[in-house]
């Protein structure tokens, strides 16, 4: 976001590089949108519904358009059924208030923006305020609109053709480089840490870990084994990451 605020043209051949620029782009596009209305009266409540909407992208409607592009019943170019072997034909995470997991994760995701943006959020040990928080957000889940996916085909070796392929991607790329920078703030970033229980990393990374194993119906993980994984993995993806980009 900082690099998007301060240099346009440096920060697209960064998201170039990307595997999967949408990844990067809709966030940003969610903070982008959320300074350009509220400016600097932004509230927790707004972290809420960024986070809500990240939800949503990730654990609903990008499983709905795998499911939109890849039915149960699809049959790949070998003539095997596409779901089957490694492939887990996903389910959709769906919010309520009864969704322990769902409500985890937006308490931990909501709590980061609210740091990144320099708005109060709420402390770990107040997870009751926070649910008092989320009945008063009424969170709606935005319409659906069917977007084709491409996902490499093991067996013919190559990736499925999509007669849409990067459209909603495309679309927040083009609204970003209308975007204005000049009423954008640069946010507050943040230096991952494993050990500090109050901080939401291990929170987050835990909570959004199980809503994807729900996703494809494969055992949670608890919040220790993240934490001990995230001490093994992050350093060299970092550095991995840095070297790629040169960051």
Known sequence: FNQFVKDKKEFFKMVDQLEDP????QPLRSLVELQLEFGTKINFERCVEIAFS??????????LDLVHTYPENHVAKSGKKFWSGHKRFPQVAEFSLTNETACQYLFASANLYAFALNVKGVERKNFKEFKEILERCNLK???YQPNKVEVEDDDADEKSSSDDTGGAA???????SDAPTDKLQEVEVTKFEKDDD????????????????FNYNIAAST?????VTAGKILPA??????M???L
């Open 22 to 25: 949408g990844d990067i782009l």
């Open 54 to 63: 990240t939800f949503c992208g990730q654990f609903r409607h990008r499983i």
């Open 141 to 143: 889940v935005p319409d």
């Open 170 to 176: 495309d679309v927040t790329r083009t609204f970003l």
């Open 198 to 213: 109050e901080n939401f990393h291990i929170d987050y990374m835990t909570h959004a870990a199980n809503l994807r194993a």
């Open 223 to 227: 919040r220790q084994t993240v934490r």
């Open 237 to 242: 993806l970092v550095t991995t990451t840095a």
């Open 244 to 246: 790629i980009t040169g």
